[in-house]
């Protein structure tokens, strides 16, 4: 098995890429590059998936898989990404105003969905720790908006982006953060707009 160090820079050096050449398309620096190559430290986070599509490959195959000569048709899907966005605090809709890049995540990770309505965006704050760590990507089911008790959501309230656990009650939603720092919230059914379904997290921060 093939470390994530001798997987970087074989596919780097197929591509024909210098490690200047690859750091300015991910946002980081040839030492970075450097290190991540001499395994004096690994790409985490935000870093990570955009090496792994940059290389055009999964980032399970980039840290965990076998070495293959075109792992990323048979892990991964394309969907739709939106770097910019992140969940828990800012308004605006990622649907309508942001733009898209894209971003391979795991085929298992939309099972049923359909990958034209899976988004995927950032998380920020710890309310939903450890269940869903600062800094994570999600994918998010835009077409699965009916509230099932239990399930993660991302949702507009009151012009901020929030994902959080949602139950059904009687007149009212409730909202629900895995940090138990945090108290639980109720609001009316109006005061939430519904974005998507949380299907699957990023594991690699």
């Known amino acids: 098995m093939k470390n994530l160090s001798s997987k970087l820079k074989n596919k780097r050096i197929a591509l024909g890429l210098s490690q200047r050449e690859l750091a300015k398309k991910i946002g980081v620096t040839g030492t ?4 991540w190559e001499r395994e004096e430290n690994i790409p985490k986070g935000v870093s990570l998936f955009k090496l792994a599509n940059v290389l055009n490959v999964s980032v399970e195959w980039l840290s965990n898989g076998e070495f293959e000569t075109n792992p990323s048709p048979e892990h991964g899907v394309l969907v739709s990404y939106y770097p910019d ?28 969905s359909s990958k034209k309505n899976i988004k995927c965006i950032h998380v920020s ?3 939903m720790e450890p269940s869903i760590m600062g800094g994570a990507i999600i994918a998010i089911d835009t077409e ?8 993660i959501y991302v949702f507009h309230q009151q012009g901020h ?6 139950r059904n009650g009687i007149k009212q939603v409730h909202i629900i953060s895995k940090n138990p720092t945090y108290i639980d919230e109720h609001t009316s059914y109006e005061d939430l707009k519904i974005i998507g379904k949380v ?7």
């Open 199 to 205: 299907k699957w997290v990023s594991n690699f921060l």
């Open 144 to 151: 699965a908006t009916d509230i099932i008790d239990g399930h």
């Open 85 to 112: 966005v992140k969940a828990s605090g800012g308004g605006g809709s990622f649907v309508d105003n942001e733009i898209a890049e894209t971003l391979y995540i795991p085929k298992q990770a939309i099972n049923t």
């Open 32 to 35: 970075s590059i450097s290190q």
């Open 161 to 166: 982006l929030r994902v959080k656990e949602l």
């Open 125 to 127: 704050g710890d309310s």
